[in-house]
């Protein structure tokens, strides 16, 4: 929970001072992503199976994209192969949290 609250403050307030035209909607998906993970974190600790973990590691993923990515695309765009560390994480978190759909392995311990 802090890794995410912590994650979600600080995104809220680097991008709100420098781009305040759009700071809502950025607000409003930080707050998503928090939720997003939060809901990952909690389903891990109650299930603790194999979808459950790779769900969260979906949604870390999906946290160390956005923070690696918005200040390369901020700060350091002369990065060589930039493209390639924002989209790597994403494509990982995406690979993790489409594998977490077993319906098998969770329907079987909620039936217990």
Sequence with gaps: MVLYLGYGLLFIILISTD????SA?????SLVIIL??????????TLRTKSAKYALI?????LVADYISWPIINFIQKIPFSPI?????????Q??????VDTQSDSNILKA
Excluded at 19 to 22: A, K, L, T, V, Y
């Design 19 to 22: 781009i305040r035209e759009i």
């Design 25 to 29: 909607p950025v607000t409003f998906y």
């Design 36 to 45: 997003m993970g939060w809901f990952a974190y909690l389903r891990f600790v």
């Design 58 to 62: 979906g949604s870390i993923l999906f």
């Design 85 to 93: 560390f924002i989209l790597l994480p994403y494509y990982m978190a």
């Design 95 to 100: 690979f993790f949290i489409a594998s977490s």
